[in-house]
């Protein structure tokens, strides 16, 4: 069984930095994806960044410039570097990790509001 556990999420302003951990653990295999969705209230759930073992990155255009993803394969974690946050930004934040269609999993969620 595999679990993820996000962590760093709160309030911060505008303009603020965060900076969002999702630790894997279980039987995981080790050419994965890992990732970061976002879903903010009364919206679909939306790609934020991925990257792969190998370290290629998928990034939302709307994120460009501000997030930063990145990810320690010995710990099996993955990170999301978020600076000059803007109340868009504002959601709930999920760790994803997947190796094939059959094999995705989920984190809780953590939240992250930008608001003065």
């Known amino acids: 069984q595999v679990q993820l556990v996000e962590s760093g999420g709160g309030l911060v302003q505008p303009g603020g930095s965060l900076r969002l951990s999702c630790a894997a653990s279980g039987s995981i295999f080790s050419i994965n994806t890992m990732g970061w969705y976002r879903q903010a209230p009364g919206k679909g759930r939306e790609l934020v960044a991925s990257?792969?073992?190998?370290?290629?990155?998928n990034t939302a255009d709307s994120v460009k410039g501000r997030f930063t993803i990145s990810r320690d394969n010995a710990k099996n974690t993955v990170y999301l570097q978020m600076n000059s946050l803007r109340p868009e930004d504002t959601a709930v934040y999920y760790c994803?990790?997947?190796?094939?269609?059959?094999?995705?999993?989920w984190g809780r969620g953590t939240q992250v509001t930008v608001s003065s």
């Open positions: 994803n990790l997947q190796w094939s269609s059959l094999a995705t999993y």
């Open positions: 990257i792969t073992w190998s370290g290629n990155i």
